[in-house]
């Protein structure tokens, strides 16, 4: 069975950093693209970054440039969200995919995706 679970969310003052995993299961992570999603109560999801398959090749929203670092760990099946420097407005459920695909950092280019971790930056 196909399977994302996303965990390494929670409170964080602003300024403060957190680590968000995206454990799979049932298939082999570092074959698929793997992206990283949000979304704010009231707004869309967006794309907020995406690692390639094929090179490691990775993508960042501007709104996330400079503060986030994607990035896989294949032994462990895992691809990472390094958040640092977070703002309110960064507060989201935030959600993994994966696709055959191409990365991209849009959400219906993805097949498979985890059930969300909460992040919330508040002071």
């Known amino acids: 069975q196909v399977q994302l679970v996303e965990s390494g969310g929670g409170l964080v003052q602003p300024g403060g950093s957190l680590r968000l995993s995206c454990a799979a299961s049932g298939f082999t992570l570092d074959y698929y693209a793997t992206g990283w999603f949000r979304q704010a109560p009231g707004k869309e999801r967006e794309g907020v970054s995406c690692?390639?398959?094929?090179?490691?090749?990775?993508y960042y929203a501007d709104s996330v440039k400079g503060r986030f670092t994607i990035s896989r760990d294949n032994a462990k099946n895992t691809v990472y969200l390094q958040m640092n420097s977070l703002k309110p407005e960064d507060t989201a459920v935030y959600y993994c995919a994966a696709t055959p695909g191409v990365p991209a950092l849009l959400d219906y280019y993805f097949n498979w995706w985890g059930q969300g971790t909460q992040v919330t930056v508040s002071s």
């Open positions: 690692i390639s398959s094929s090179d490691g090749s990775t």
